[in-house]
């Protein structure tokens, strides 16, 4: 992850740079669990010294509690992922200015370990979205009804209507569709429209949950029930009793755990793992998978009975490369949104940059789609939002429509310059010339989105040193993500 030296060691690492004795005994527990290696620090400077030992781990993430460390890891570990620990869930100006600081993603304390586990595997995956973050409007903003949800094209439309037909039925449902594209979206508006909406929907990550305790974790245990089980704990299914359940990435679920939840499935009795009798609990389930559950069965990774126990309400979602009409309503609706959650005023976005995504085939869907909004209104300074907010995704559609054309190397080259993202604007809107800072921080975000935020060429293109660069960029207010 952080290459050189680092990257030849082959035990995976975390940074844990932390000032709460409770959360760093989650975090070794965790680590244990994933069997990787803790590099503790006290803070960013000791963070940096451990790094560069030569017997510290393979570092493929940081947890930290302390915002001024973002600054300090990001100058030299541009791609690490940096996952933000926040004291107050309500504390939205923190969230942001660790988001504007870099940080990848952040989560609110008190958390479980499988909340941990999931933002770890997420922002270490081999297909993570460089860059792309976990913003704040997705993480605060109140879930949507049916006819709030955005999106005309006839497939999506389909979903919609199937959904909205079962949601006060109590069978199972099951969503499947690519990562991104909006499962929990539909599982929320199914959920609001039952009659179980008095209560909150539980939502469980099956990939992210321990293969050793998803049996615990879902059904429950007694105390005394295995090794280290001091406490009776009541699980997942138990505490949803009256209310509805996502089960989220289903088919990660390890074949025992598939036994029993096609036993619920079948008689509603919830038996905790040590204990002696069963307990009838009413939950609706919800299954979403971004895998093809049907191929899954074949290979044997599933099971057929539960597949169709499952399969009673079947939702398709399309890929938003299949429904890319949908841009411009997706994006007006997401940044209406976003404001009243970081406190910023509505910000509009033209017409060149709307054709721009239009353009990408976002593989990371919606959500991706939500993320790059999110950052590019995080680092706008303007009421409009135009292309050179979308550096990494212009320099990709130039990649891939020259990639696209059959040509010699050098025609190649020659093309490339001519569909670079377009010259820096020098007069604004009313036709005065722009303030030296406006243009400077176009300059600096053009060059980190064409040379991929790679920091070190930036600044030699630029023809100053990397420090004199992370200077401008606090100065500017500009992420290297920009």
Same mark, same amino acid.
């Given at each position: 992850m952080l290459g050189g030296q680092m990257g030849q060691r082959a035990a995976k690492g975390l940074l844990l740079i932390n000032h709460d004795p409770a959360l760093g005994r989650l975090v070794s527990s965790m680590v244990a669990q994933m069997d990787w290696?803790?590099?503790?620090?006290?803070? %960013?400077?000791?963070?940096?010294?451990?790094?560069?030992?030569?017997?510290?781990?393979?570092? !493929?993430?940081?947890?930290?509690?302390?915002?001024?460390?973002i600054t300090r890891l990001r100058a030299?570990?541009?791609?690490?992922?940096?996952?933000?620990?926040?004291?107050?869930?309500?504390?939205t100006d923190a969230a942001i200015a660790a988001i504007r600081a870099g940080a990848s993603d952040y989560l609110c304390k008190p958390v479980s370990m499988p909340q941990l586990i999931h933002a770890i595997q997420r922002a270490t995956a081999p297909d993570a979205l460089q860059g792309e973050l976990r913003p704040l409007s997705e993480k605060h903003a109140p879930a949507l009804a049916f006819e709030e949800i955005v999106g005309a094209t006839p497939g999506f439309r389909t979903a919609l209507a199937i959904a909205a037909?079962?949601?006060?039925?109590?069978?199972?449902?099951?969503? &499947?569709?690519?990562? %991104?594209? $909006? /499962?929990?979206?539909f599982a929320h508006a199914i959920h609001g429209a039952s009659s179980r909406t008095k209560r909150d929907m539980a939502i469980v990550n099956c990939a992210a949950i321990p293969k050793n305790r998803i049996d615990s974790e879902l059904? $429950?245990?007694?105390? $005394?029930?295995?090794?280290?089980?001091?406490?009776?704990?009541? %699980?997942?299914?138990?505490?949803?009793?009256?209310?509805?359940?996502l089960l989220d990435?289903? %088919?990660?679920?390890?074949?025992?755990?598939?036994?029993?939840?096609?036993?619920?499935? !079948?008689?509603? &009795?919830? !038996?905790?793992?040590?204990?002696?009798?069963?307990?009838?609990?009413?939950?609706?389930?919800?299954?979403?998978?971004?895998?093809?559950?049907a191929t899954e069965v074949?290979? $044997?990774?599933?099971? &057929?009975?539960?597949?169709?126990?499952?399969?009673?309400?079947?939702?398709?979602?399309?890929?938003?490369?299949?429904?890319?009409?949908?841009?411009?309503?997706?994006a007006q609706h997401f940044l209406k949104r976003m404001a009243p959650m970081d406190g910023q005023r509505t910000l509009n976005i033209d017409d060149a940059a709307l054709r721009l995504l239009m353009r990408y085939d976002w593989p990371g869907n919606v959500r991706q789609l939500h993320d790059a909004l999110f950052r590019a209104a995080a680092q706008c300074?303007?009421?409009?939002?135009?292309?050179?907010?979308?550096?990494?995704?212009?320099? /990709?559609?130039?990649?891939?429509s020259v990639a696209s054309l059959p040509m010699m190397p050098a025609q190649r080259a020659h093309l490339t310059a001519l569909t670079a993202p377009a010259p820096v604007a020098l007069f604004d809107g009313a036709g005065h010339i722009r303030t030296l800072d406006e243009i400077e921080a176009d300059v600096i975000r053009l060059a980190i989105g064409h040379y991929r935020g790679?920091?070190?060429?930036?600044?030699?293109?630029?023809?100053?040193?990397? /420090?004199?660069?992370?200077?401008?960029?606090?100065?500017?207010?500009?992420?290297?993500?920009?």
């Open positions: 290696q803790l590099c503790e620090a006290a803070d %960013g400077n000791a963070a940096l010294w451990a790094l560069d030992a030569p017997n510290s781990p393979n570092i !493929q993430a940081a947890l930290i509690d302390d915002q001024q460390d030299t570990y541009p791609d690490l992922p940096i996952i933000m620990m926040l004291a107050d869930h309500n504390d037909k079962a949601a006060r039925a109590r069978i199972p449902v099951l969503i &499947e569709g690519e990562r %991104g594209v $909006g /499962s929990h979206v059904f $429950g245990h007694e105390r $005394g029930a295995f090794t280290g089980a001091f406490d009776r704990h009541i %699980g997942r299914f138990a505490e949803a009793d009256g209310s509805t359940i990435d289903v %088919g990660a679920l390890p074949l025992p755990a598939q036994v029993r939840l096609l036993h619920l499935l !079948q008689t509603g &009795e919830v !038996q905790p793992l040590g204990a002696t009798r069963s307990k009838i609990v009413d939950v609706r389930i919800i299954a979403a998978t971004n895998r093809n559950l074949e290979a $044997g990774r599933f099971r &057929e009975d539960l597949y169709y126990r499952l399969n009673a309400v079947q939702l398709n979602i399309p890929p938003l490369r299949e429904r890319l009409d949908d841009i411009p309503h997706l300074d303007d009421n409009v939002l135009t292309i050179f907010d979308f550096p990494q995704i212009n320099a /990709s559609v130039a990649r891939h790679r920091m070190t060429e930036v600044a030699r293109r630029l023809g100053i040193g990397r /420090s004199t660069l992370y200077r401008k960029l606090a100065e500017l207010g500009i992420s290297e993500v920009a």
